[in-house]
């Protein structure tokens, strides 16, 4: 068919269709422009290639090609989705591995967390205490916790479910807390703080205070965390304390084709009604779905594969290049000015739910799961002298990545803000976890022996691969061919830091 042909058999069939459908005036000609704007030409150029149609309908090699973009698509957007779920499996896959299965086998770090294994962002300077629950094998599980612990409780796809400590109902004082599977319906027993978590895997972050010692806050642990199922309250097993320091193992999601298998099984355990049906629409469209198995084909394992592979992309661009122009804008700590340093959340919003509390941020979410972990509103309040705040920078003054081959400088001012104390840690790009050096716990801050003063009280703090002659004690190693970023902890923070009076500086690049 010719264009003029085209032309007027298309004409007159959108004018019936406007006149008898759309209550437009008999004999009213619709515009060209209008035309053109609805009708879809027998040939289109796009970013996936060349598209052809017949008047409109699509050829097989077309539909082919559109839906192997469509599961791509879908396969970036499980991953980005997906990631809350599958970052919770890995942690409690983590602890299996050190034979921390059952309830009351608790992985805990009584010599503090080192480099050797591979968490989110861990700190050096806490003790924790990471129990994990299995509702579904145990049914009604209690929580006995000590007095001083600070941590939450999550469900399987990482959403806070209950604050434990200060900003729980037991005030830092300890109490039993009796946690709930989601398919609950029998008497509840007085005497306990009710925990009703939506799936049945539940992990426990828990931070002990090491202010009296390593020693003490360990013995606290041991002499008064108890964890049990319900039906054994009279006759409870005994705790097992599987310390978790000094060894390598990991606990980080996949970032291959594997993370589509793990959050399967993730899927497959637990409740319909953990996700919302979206969600679930989505993770069914490349062949997830509860009570199916997962078992793409060839072609399938090939588009996921390729899937996993941009949404790594996607999620490490979120975190290390965020458009700060537009959703993201609230991560700045200091917006506006030029600078590296970020916050954890966006506008400390740990809910993700963007300011009218509604609104899902994606990108937010990505930007925190992905290198970070454990979410409480409780992080996220910045009160003077209490808790903790965070700033993390990711490139350098010039916003570049941190190469582990060059030699940075980063300056201190004087009387950083903490009225507790305050620690830098480096951190691997690959891994999101401390970066694995001849120190193993990669960390400087006020309590550092030997940490060296400039005349005005500053601090110079150097990242390079060997230290600079005489700043031995304020040097964090790098590694050449390796790629870091830094996470500055205030632990107590005081309002020099919440209004931005005191600030860090920029990590320069020396040479």
């Avoid at 992990?203 to 010692?213: H, I, L, N, P």
Wanted: proline share 7%.
């Amino acid at each position: 068919m010719n264009k003029t042909c085209f032309r007027v058999y298309r004409n007159i069939a959108i004018t019936f269709v406007a006149t008898h459908f759309m209550c437009l005036p008999a004999g009213a000609q619709v515009s060209e422009e209008v035309l053109d704007s609805i009708s879809t030409p027998d040939q289109v150029e796009t970013s996936i290639g060349t598209l052809k149609f017949l008047d409109g309908a699509p050829y097989r090699e077309t539909a082919k090609r559109v839906y192997n973009y469509l599961d791509t698509m879908r396969g970036v957007d499980a991953f980005l989705k997906g990631m809350p779920g599958a970052s919770l499996q890995g942690l409690i896959r983590g602890a299996h591995s050190q034979d921390a299965v059952e309830c009351h086998q608790v992985l805990f770090f009584d010599k503090l967390m080192d480099s050797q294994s591979l968490y989110l962002t861990g700190n050096t300077s806490t003790m924790y205490v990471l129990p994990n629950l299995d509702l579904e094998r145990d049914g009604p599980t209690v929580l006995e916790a000590p007095a001083g612990m600070l941590g939450a409780v999550k469900d399987a796809w990482f959403r806070y479910v209950q604050d434990v400590g200060p900003a729980g109902p037991d005030k830092g004082q300890g109490g039993k807390y009796l946690v709930l599977p989601p398919d609950y319906e029998g008497e509840v027993p007085a005497g306990y703080f009710v925990v009703r978590p939506r799936t049945y895997d539940v992990w426990v972050f828990m931070r002990a205070s090491v202010a009296k010692g390593l020693g003490a806050a360990a013995k606290n642990v041991k002499d008064n965390l108890r964890i049990y199922p319900l039906a054994r309250k009279d006759n409870p097993p005994k705790m097992e304390f599987i310390s978790g320091s000094g060894k390598a193992f990991n606990t980080i999601h996949a970032n291959d084709y594997t993370f589509y298998e793990h959050l399967n099984e993730v899927i497959q355990k637990e409740p319909l009604d953990m996700l919302d049906p979206e969600t679930r629409g989505l993770f069914a469209s490349i062949g997830m779905e509860k009570g199916k198995p997962f078992q793409p084909d060839e072609r399938m394992k090939n588009i996921l594969t390729d899937a996993v592979a941009i949404a790594n992309a996607a999620a490490r661009s979120i975190v290390w290049h965020p458009r700060t122009d537009g959703i993201m804008k609230g991560i700045e700590v200091y917006p506006g000015e030029d600078s590296a340093w970020m916050m954890g959340w966006v506008d400390k919003n740990v809910f993700f739910n963007g300011v009218d509390g509604k609104t899902m941020n994606s990108d937010a979410r990505v930007m925190f799961h992905y290198p970070y972990t454990a979410v409480t509103p409780a992080m996220a309040v910045t009160k003077a002298g209490v808790g903790s705040d965070y700033g993390i920078a990711y490139v350098d003054s010039q916003k570049q990545p941190l190469n582990g081959s060059k030699t940075y400088k980063l300056r201190l001012p004087p009387n950083p803000p903490a009225k507790d104390f305050w620690a830098l840690t480096m951190y691997d790009n690959q891994t999101r976890s401390m970066l694995q050096t001849s120190q193993p716990f990669p960390t400087v801050g006020s309590q550092t022996e030997g940490l060296k003063q400039n005349e005005d009280g500053s601090y110079d703090i150097y990242f390079a691969p060997k230290p600079p002659k005489g700043y031995e004690n304020n040097w964090l190693e790098t590694v050449p061919g390796k790629g870091w970023f830094v996470a500055l902890r205030l632990y107590g923070p005081l309002e020099p830091w919440i209004e931005k009076t005191w600030r860090p500086g920029e990590i320069e690049l020396v040479k």
